[in-house]
Nanobody
């Protein structure tokens, strides 16, 4: 089992950047594909970006392509979400999630594929 703790959220203005971190407990972090999801007020949670176990494969939602990047440091048991050119529509609670079951070079975009979830961190972007 793994525990995930997100950090780095906050209130920023449109056009600003923010970096979220997700720290994972346990010794097997490299065996998990990692994903970031978000949930805006009144909306369903949606996939944002994911990264494979070794970091070689990434998948992005169309809404964040070219603005967000994801990276991981398996020695630090941490995955990062760099968010640039933020827009008010990026306002949401951002969740980190871990997927242990999918194949090593696969990144899943569906919630049921992720077994473990963090508590979320709030990101608010003002116009």
């Amino acid at each position: 089992q793994v525990q995930l703790v997100e950090s780095g959220g906050g209130l920023v203005q449109a056009g600003d950047s923010l970096r979220l971190s997700c720290a994972a407990s346990g010794r097997t972090f490299s065996s998990y594909a990692m994903g970031w999801f978000r949930q805006a007020p009144g909306k369903q949670r949606e996939f944002v970006v994911g990264i494979s176990r070794n970091g070689g494969i990434t998948k992005f939602a169309d809404s964040v392509k070219g603005r967000f990047t994801i990276s991981r440091d398996n020695e630090k048991n941490t995955v990062y979400l760099q968010m640039n050119s933020l827009k008010p529509e990026d306002t949401a609670v951002y969740y980190c999630a871990a997927d242990q079951i999918s194949l090593p070079f696969v990144v899943m975009a569906s919630e049921p594929s992720y077994e473990y979830w963090g508590q979320g961190t709030q990101v608010a972007v003002s116009s």
